[in-house]
């Protein structure tokens, strides 16, 4: 796919024709949707569907201007995780490409929304439009699931937990930056939690994992973020 048109929903011929306009309004009705879910969650990023932003253009903002747009998209990314699933879901994600181009952008926050969904189909697709450039090495390995279409398999990412530090340190942050973003509801976070236990508890089983990243996952980061999850769900009941 061209980085210009790429596209979740439709091929690259397809996605050609549908102006700006109207891809704003898709995902100005998959926002409404998400909206009628979870209103507070998702009331405070309007402003990324909303006419005005038919008018951003990333080449036309300043660095600032872009770095405060890219915590907005990572904040959002964040919110909408848990419904990633949902077609809502992927009509606001088809806009998030075409205006703001998150695909080339934003991959590491596209990663932490779409990463819980692994071993689905939609992660495949998803996928099959970022950009892995030299600025996103950890995830490289990601080539070959691109090659292939098929699904990341749990054992997979298990092996590269045990010998890549940084896609191993990217979960265990995954989970931090759930907790943080408030309001914390034990139901926005348990799609985080359950891949962090998941490819920590394997990562620690497995043989290759490194003494180093063992030790590291199951003392202070493992037991900081096991404390702050169970706090979270805690506070949420």
């Excluded at 872009?66 to 995780?81: E, G, H, K, P, T």
């Excluded at 990412?157 to 990217?170: D, E, T, W």
């Excluded at 998941?198 to 202070?220: D, E, L």
Aim: with cysteine; proline share 4%; net charge positive.
């Amino acid at each position: 796919q061209s980085y210009q048109h790429a596209s979740l929903l439709f091929s690259e011929k397809d996605a050609q024709s549908f102006t700006l306009a109207e891809v704003c309004e898709m995902g100005s009705d998959g926002f409404t949707r998400l909206c009628a879910v979870d209103l507070p969650s998702f009331q405070p990023f309007a402003p990324l569907f909303g006419q005005g932003s038919m008018d951003v253009k990333r080449n036309q903002q300043t660095k600032d201007q872009n770095a405060v747009l890219d915590l907005q998209i990572a904040r959002f990314l964040r919110v909408l995780s848990p419904h990633m699933l949902l077609p809502a879901a992927h009509k606001c994600f088809e806009w998030l490409l075409r205006r703001y181009q998150v695909h080339m952008h934003n991959v590491d926050s596209v990663m932490e929304a779409i990463l819980p969904f692994h071993g689905t189909a939609l992660f495949t697709r998803v996928i099959l439009v970022l950009v892995l450039n030299n600025d996103h090495k950890q995830w490289h390995f990601l080539e070959t699931a691109k090659k292939t279409r098929v699904p990341l398999d749990r054992l997979t990412l298990i092996r590269q937990c045990s010998s890549n530090k940084k896609v191993l340190a990217f979960i265990c942050k995954m989970v931090f930056a759930a907790h943080d973003n408030k309001p914390v509801q034990p139901s926005r976070i348990t799609h985080v939690t359950a891949l962090y236990a998941s490819v920590v508890a394997g990562a620690v089983a497995s043989k290759k994992c490194q003494r180093g990243q063992t030790r590291s996952s199951r003392s202070g980061t493992g037991r900081g973020l096991i404390g702050r999850v169970r706090r979270a769900g805690q506070a949420g009941s």
